[in-house]
């Protein structure tokens, strides 16, 4: 059985209190077939990781229906998807999500 391919990138300046921000890059098979690469930031607390559902930085960066699921093209999918200068636009776009998000909680929006 195929099991996600994942790589955890530490977010130090949107870390909380009381938890770490960690934009979780992750490849694994689509339940409509296929395979999926998605990132996201969660917050990860001793013996929890915690995400706003509608209000949290996610994005699918690329589907691929046409391709099996073995543990193979999942491992490959994800190392040719997440380049170290990828992982960067990634990591810039989530902190200026959460930038845009602070602005607008300021403003009242």
């Known amino acids: 059985m195929a099991t996600n391919a994942k790589t955890l990138v530490p977010l130090p300046s949107l870390d909380k209190e009381d938890a770490k ?32 559902l509608c209000g949290d930085y996610r994005r699918v960066v690329f589907r691929n229906p046409a391709i099996r699921a073995t543990q193979k093209n999942i491992q490959q999918q994800h190392a040719a998807i ?21 602005r607008q909680a300021q403003r009242g929006e």
């Open 82 to 102: 997440f380049s170290e200068t990828f992982i960067g636009v990634l990591a810039s776009e989530a902190l200026a999500f959460y930038k845009e998000k602070e």
């Open 21 to 52: 921000a960690i934009l979780t890059l992750v490849t694994n098979k689509h339940s409509g077939g296929g395979l999926y690469s998605a990132a996201a930031v969660e917050f990860h607390s001793p013996g929890s990781i915690s995400f706003e």
